[in-house]
T-cell receptor, first 114, second 116 residues
Framework: AQKITQTQPGMFVQEKEAVTLDCTYD???????LFWYKQPSSGEMIFLIY??????QNATEGRYSLNFQKARKSANLVISASQLGDSAMYFC???????????FGTGTSLTVIP | EPEVTQTPSHQVTQMGQEVILRCVPI?????FYWYRQILGQKVEFLVS????????KSEIFDDQFSVERPDGSNFTLKIRSTKLEDSAMYFC??????????????FGPGTRLLVL
């Protein structure tokens, strides 16, 4: 069984500061992908970043980076230089090699304070 | 940049009525998905579709649900007899096959379904 856990229901960060959103996962599959999506108040799901389980380096996409610690089964999202537009729900998701469906966490609501 | 589109953006229906939610996936993608998100909850997988047939489905996807690719561009989710608990945001997603199995899924903007 696959499980994604996001333990922070809500987070606050000062504008221009960095913030880390936590995500841990559980899977018995040796190969899997990890994803982060942003959901603003308008409701759409916006892909942010991907990390493959066999990737040696942590993924980065602009101000987003993924702190992947395979032994700890964690895939935390780091947002640097927070902007007001970063205020949104953030979902961690995983898909195992043996299937295509995504398993989502419960999300973290991020509020950027001016 | 290509994107997944969904229509309608909002749908209100009476309990027991049939609804069809429509999606146009990204044109060169081969895998299609439906997810739902009940208000305030996490996104839940419903079904995946590849090569004109269902490849995976969850426990939520019971006999009330069906999917179809009626032509080369549309992908639909039909709920035969809606229940109050079907009220949710329904997301369509699509992904590419060539990058390997863990492809990024690109989501549409969602259809917000309200069953009264």
């Amino acid at each position: 069984a696959q499980k994604i856990t996001q333990t922070q229901p809500g987070m606050f960060v000062q504008e221009k500061e960095a913030v880390t959103l936590d995500c841990t996962y559980d899977t018995s599959d040796p190969s899997y992908g990890l994803f982060w999506y942003k959901q603003p108040s308008s409701g759409e799901m916006i892909f942010l970043i991907y990390q493959g389980s066999y990737d040696q380096q942590n993924a980065t996409e602009g101000r987003y980076s993924l702190n992947f610690q395979k032994a700890r089964k964690s895939a935390n999202l780091v947002i640097s230089a927070s902007q007001l537009g970063d205020s949104a729900m953030y979902f961690c998701a995983m898909t195992p090699h043996t299937g295509n469906q995504f398993y989502f966490g419960t999300g973290t609501s991020l509020t950027v304070i001016p | 940049e290509p994107e997944v589109t969904q229509t309608p953006s909002h749908q209100v229906t009476q309990m027991g009525q049939e609804v069809i939610l429509r999606c146009v996936p990204i044109s060169n993608h081969l895998y299609f998905y439906w997810y739902r998100q009940i208000l305030g909850q996490k996104v839940e997988f419903l079904v995946s579709f590849y090569n004109n047939e269902i490849s995976e489905k969850s426990e939520i996807f019971d006999d009330q649900f069906s999917v179809e690719r009626p032509d080369g561009s549309n992908f639909t989710l039909k709920i035969r007899s809606t229940k109050l608990e079907d009220s949710a945001m329904y997301f369509c997603a699509s992904s590419d096959l060539t990058q390997g199995l863990q492809e990024t899924q690109y989501f549409g903007p969602g259809t917000r379904l309200l069953v009264l």
